[in-house]
């Protein structure tokens, strides 16, 4: 997507044809900074502490980062530890394993002097087929945009909600979510977006509102709770949100405060629809509640607000008593029964196993 005129991926090879640049998501909004990482720690401190996240940049990020591991030692005892090392950094989005385990049924088969080239090729096929996949997920997510559009009358603007960050930011280009939103918009629908601020580290103000400004997508900021308000009053025509993990069932676990946002769409008749790539798809389990690992951050992240102050500078300030504590919760499940429809590169599924079977072969995506 385009920043100020020019386009950018979130994650890509430097000039040097080895080290890779992303952007550094902590300091956006306000500043644009690239960060160049040479080393596969450096790509685990990558995700571990959100310099990139959103499930699919994640598993660009560790395909990259085996890259550099590998660079450095291709023997098999470093790469398994390297590959350990790299799952271990978040555990919620099933995009990292999917990228980790097809570097190592591509990697181990090959002698150590072929290694690298091969997982250069590989993290470069991974970040491109994310590209075509969620450009096609904004198409067949255009579909359902113009359909409400149609219903509505096309009496403007329509207006979607989304939670946290699924755009371009989130993935290696174009986004899940917020693929359809930039399609819609370029093709002339007048579509406003409520951004949820989702806290605690606030993706929808810091990310996504930076995001949609800069392609000229008319938005307003909401704090976490007002969209069921906002529901009740016809204020809202659908909901779009991306996730980390889909069961086999078609559960989907996202950013806290998903779930909240499913139920008051379930009770107010407002389309909720989830965006995802074939790899978010975990065909091993059925039931996100009981079998999805949630993400129990840092309490940090909860107690201090980090912003920019009337001087200027970027700071945190601390929101809560010293002698308060915090939980952090990082990602909910929604129930397939609260999910309109999933959007992917394959077309619209309903949210039930049936309906992803139509649309894929549970061999082709193994995470474990
Ligand atoms: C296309 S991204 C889908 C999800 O990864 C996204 O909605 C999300 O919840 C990201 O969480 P984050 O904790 O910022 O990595």
């Not at 181990?108 to 970040?127: H, M, N």
């Not at 509505?152 to 359809?180: E, F, M, Q, R, Y």
């Not at 940090?300 to 009337?310: A, L, N, P, R, T």
């Amino acid at each position: 997507m385009k920043i100020d005129g020019t386009s950018y991926r979130s994650i890509w090879l430097n000039d040097d044809g080895w080290s890779v640049n992303i952007i550094d998501q902590t300091r956006l909004p306000h500043e644009f900074h690239v960060e160049r990482l040479t080393t596969v720690d450096q790509a685990a401190h990558a995700i571990k502490a959100m310099l990139v996240r959103g499930a699919p940049l994640i598993g660009a990020t560790a395909a990259y980062g085996v890259c550099l591991g590998l660079r450095a030692d291709a023997g098999d005892v470093a790469f398994n530890k390297m590959c350990e090392a790299l799952i271990a950094t978040r555990p919620t989005a099933v995009n990292l394993r999917w990228a980790i385990r097809a570097m190592q049924d591509l990697i181990l088969p090959l002698p150590e002097s072929e290694r690298v080239s091969a997982a250069y090729e590989k993290a470069t096929q991974i970040c491109d087929e994310d590209v075509a996949i969620n450009s096609a997920i904004g198409d067949h997510g255009l579909g359902v945009i113009e359909a409400i559009w149609e219903k509505k009358g096309k009496v403007g603007p329509l207006n979607i909600l989304t939670h946290c960050n699924a755009g371009w930011l989130a993935t290696v280009d174009w986004g899940t979510a917020l693929s359809p939103i930039y399609k819609a918009h370029d093709a002339g629908i007048p579509v406003h977006v409520w951004v949820d601020e989702t806290r605690p580290r606030n993706q929808g103000a810091h990310l996504t509102c930076w995001e949609l400004g800069k392609h000229g997508v008319e938005h307003t900021l909401i704090v976490d709770n007002v969209g069921g308000h906002l529901m009740q009053h016809g204020q809202v025509d659908l909901c779009i949100t991306g996730t980390d993990r889909t069961t086999a069932a078609g559960d989907v676990c996202n950013k806290i405060g998903t779930y909240l946002k499913a139920l008051a769409a379930k009770d107010n008749n407002v389309p909720f629809y989830v965006a995802l790539p074939g790899p978010t798809i975990d065909w091993e389990i059925d039931d996100g509640v009981k079998d999805i690992p949630i993400e129990i951050r840092d309490s940090h992240e909860v107690d201090y607000i980090q912003g920019k102050d009337s001087a200027g500078q970027v700071s945190e300030v601390r929101i809560l008593p010293e002698e308060s504590s915090s939980a952090n919760y990082a990602f909910d499940v929604t129930p397939a029964c609260l999910v309109t429809g999933l959007i992917t590169e394959r077309g619209v599924a309903d949210a039930s196993k049936e309906g992803l079977a139509r649309l894929y072969d549970r061999l082709e995506y193994k995470a474990s």
